[in-house]
T-cell receptor
Framework: SQQGEEDPQALSIQEGENATMNCSYK?????LQWYRQNSGRGLVHLIL?????REKHSGRLRVTLDTSKKSSSLLITASRAADTASYFC????????????????FGTGTQLKVEL | ETGVTQSPTHLIKTRGQQVTLRCSSQ?????VSWYQQALGQGPQFIFQ???????GRGNFPPRFSGLQFPNYSSELNVNALELDDSALYLC?????????????FGPGTRLLVL
């Protein structure tokens, strides 16, 4: 079963507007990653934020992480029609035996549509 | 392009049959993870292989099995196919046997079980 939830499930905006997607999780994490997926194809890695980081930027992307609230957000600024895709957050959980992790747990995804 | 390749791209099987899916990892990566993505859902972790050994498994029955070869490519085998096995199967390669670093995904194999 999915251990992450994303909000909203679907988002429709106009080109040039900002898009914000939120993600919540339930366990302690090593890091949290955001991925993009176009039309049921492979996942493209966007950004990774470690558990000791609070904010990270990459181009038009800004990710925040609040480990006390077990939540993260992805902001896409000045959106473009080409940003239309599904966006997933995925967290790497701490393995209590090894201290590392060996799987990603994905959220349910946000479908973003950017209209011209 | 991530450098991770999967074959075949599409596959149609009937209930009860067996299927083998293949994944070639990115150069320099020794870890391959497999995920199942049902329509409209996020990917779910099946298992991971690190240096030819299984290195973690998700909540999937034993009829889901895998292999990793000395060149770090990998296979996912599913026996006794069920209708609910219809999904996109994704492999991801990384290094170091964990997920402290980025995983790079292939384009997926779409399996339809009739």
């Amino acid at each position: 079963s999915q251990q992450g939830e994303e909000d909203p499930q679907a988002l429709s905006i106009q080109e040039g507007e900002n898009a914000t997607m939120n993600c919540s999780y339930k366990t302690s994490i090593n890091n949290l990653q955001w991925y993009r997926q176009n039309s049921g194809r492979g996942l493209v890695h966007l950004i990774l934020i470690r558990s000791n980081e609070r904010e990270k930027h990459s181009g038009r992307l800004r990710v925040t992480l609040d480990t006390s609230k077990k939540s993260s957000s992805l902001l896409i600024t000045a959106s473009r029609a080409a940003d239309t895709a599904s966006y997933f957050c995925a967290h790497s959980s701490i393995n209590i035996l090894t201290g590392g992790g060996n799987k990603l747990t994905f959220g349910t995804g946000t479908q973003l549509k950017v209209e011209l | 392009e991530t450098g991770v390749t999967q074959s075949p791209t599409h596959l149609i099987k009937t209930r009860g049959q067996q299927v083998t899916l293949r994944c070639s990892s990115q150069s320099g990566h020794n870890t391959v993870s497999w995920y199942q993505q049902a329509l409209g859902q996020g990917p779910q972790f099946i298992f991971q292989y690190y240096r030819e050994e299984e290195n973690g498994r998700g909540n999937f029955p034993p009829r889901f099995s895998g292999l990793q070869f000395p060149n770090y490519s990998s296979e996912l085998n599913v026996n006794a196919l069920e209708l609910d096995d219809s999904a996109l199967y994704l492999c991801a390669s990384s290094s170091g046997g964990g997920v402290t670093e980025t995983q790079y995904f292939g384009p997926g194999t779409r399996l339809l079980v009739l």
